[in-house]
C-alpha cells in the first residue's frame, strides 16, 4: 500500500486505506497516468462519512480518454477530474485552484514524485 494511502487514512479517522485504494483502482483503470492526488477534505483530514465525498486529481501522461468520471465506494461518493501533464501544468500557471490545491497541499496517491516535482518546477517557472 503506498505512503499516501497510509498518510490519508491516518488522517481522517472515517476512511480507510483500503477504501482509498478501491476508489484510486477505480479513477486509474483505462488511464495511463503519471500521477493521482488526494485533495479536498480527505487530504486535510476533515473527511466526514456520509457528508464528505472523495476528491482525486488524475494527471495523465497524454490526453485523458475523459475529463472526470464519479464513482461510489463504501464511504461515498469519488469524483475524480482527469488533465494530461500540459494541461495541469498550464491550469497551475493560470492559478487554477483545484490544481494548485492537488500539487501544493494534496496527498500523492499514485506516481513518481520526482515526475511530480518536475511538473511543480515547470509550471512555476513557466
Given amino acids: 500500500m503506498?505512503?499516501?494511502?497510509?498518510?490519508?487514512a491516518r488522517r481522517n479517522r472515517s476512511l480507510t486505506a483500503e477504501e482509498l485504494a478501491q476508489a484510486l483502482e477505480q479513477d486509474l483503470r483505462?488511464?495511463?497516468?503519471?500521477?493521482?492526488?488526494l485533495l479536498g477534505s480527505a487530504a486535510r483530514g476533515r473527511f466526514v462519512r456520509g457528508l464528505s465525498d472523495i476528491d482525486i486529481l488524475v494527471v495523465?501522461?497524454?490526453?485523458?480518454?475523459?475529463?472526470?468520471?464519479?464513482a461510489h465506494v463504501e464511504a461515498?461518493?469519488?469524483?475524480?477530474?482527469?488533465?494530461?501533464?500540459?494541461?495541469?501544468?498550464?491550469?497551475?500557471?493560470?492559478?487554477?485552484?483545484l490544481v494548485r490545491e492537488a500539487?501544493?497541499?494534496?496527498?500523492?496517491?499514485?506516481g513518481d514524485q520526482s515526475t511530480?516535482?518536475?511538473?511543480?518546477?515547470?509550471?512555476?517557472?513557466?
Fill in 103 to 110: 500539487l501544493d497541499e494534496g496527498i500523492l496517491l499514485a
Fill in 60 to 70: 495523465t501522461r497524454g490526453p485523458p480518454s475523459w475529463r472526470g468520471r464519479t
Fill in 30 to 37: 483505462g488511464v495511463e497516468a503519471a500521477a493521482a492526488y
Fill in 2 to 8: 503506498s505512503k499516501g494511502l497510509l498518510e490519508a
Fill in 76 to 97: 461515498g461518493d469519488v469524483n475524480a477530474v482527469y488533465m494530461s501533464l500540459e494541461e495541469a501544468c498550464a491550469a497551475y500557471r493560470r492559478g487554477n485552484n
Fill in 116 to 126: 511530480v516535482d518536475e511538473s511543480r518546477r515547470v509550471a512555476q517557472t513557466t
